[in-house]
C-alpha cells in the first residue's frame, strides 16, 4: 500500500499534474503499473481519509502551539512508531515543520498504514503528503523537502 502512495505521492501530486482523475482509470494504470487492487484501494482510501482532513470545515490551519505540550504515546503507537520515529516527530516540532494538530495528523496517518513498524524513511513521506494537503503548510513543507533531500541542511525560519 505504500508503494502505491510513493508512486502516487511523486507521479501526480509533486509533478503538479492534475489528480483529479477517474479512479476507475487511476486504477487500472496502477495494475498497469504492477501494482495489486487490493492495494491500490486500500491507498485510494488512504488519501481520500487525508483529503477528507483538508476539505473539513475543521481542518487544521498550521499554526504554532503551546511549547510546554507533549505527547505520550499509546501502546500500539509505540509497537508501530520506533524510538528514532517517535524522536525525529519531536524534533520536526521543535524545529516548527509540526504542531500538535499536525503531529496528530501525521500519527493517524501513519497508524492508518498496513504495516507493523513504520521506518523513518516512511514517516517521512507521510509528514511530507500531510504538510502538502495542509492550508498554510507551504513553509514547513518546503523545510520538509529540505530535510529530506539535504538531511544536512537545517533551516529554522
Not at 3 to 11: G, H, I, P
Not at 41 to 59: N, Q, R, V
Not at 126 to 153: I, K, R, S, T, W
Amino acid at each position: 500500500m505504500f508503494d502505491v502512495l510513493m508512486y502516487l505521492f511523486e507521479t501526480y501530486v509533486q509533478s503538479e499534474l492534475d489528480f483529479m482523475v477517474d479512479q476507475d482509470a487511476l486504477t487500472d494504470e496502477l495494475t498497469r503499473a504492477g501494482f495489486q487492487k487490493p492495494e491500490i484501494y486500500k491507498a485510494l482510501s488512504w488519501l481520500e481519509d487525508l483529503a477528507a482532513l483538508h476539505d473539513s470545515p475543521d481542518a487544521p490551519e498550521y499554526t504554532a502551539c503551546a511549547s510546554d505540550s507533549f505527547r505520550i504515546y499509546a501502546a500500539e503507537e509505540t509497537l508501530k512508531l520506533s524510538t528514532e520515529c517517535r524522536g525525529f516527530l519531536l524534533f520536526l516540532e521543535q524545529i516548527r515543520v509540526l504542531n500538535c494538530e499536525t503531529r496528530e495528523i501525521v500519527i493517524e496517518r501513519l497508524m492508518e498504514l498496513d504495516t507493523t513498524e513504520i521506518e523513518l524513511d516512511d514517516l517521512k513521506w507521510v509528514v511530507m503528503m500531510v504538510l502538502f494537503n495542509l492550508p498554510g503548510g507551504e513553509n514547513a513543507c518546503h523545510q520538509m523537502e529540505e530535510l529530506m533531500y539535504e538531511p544536512d541542511v537545517v533551516t529554522i525560519q
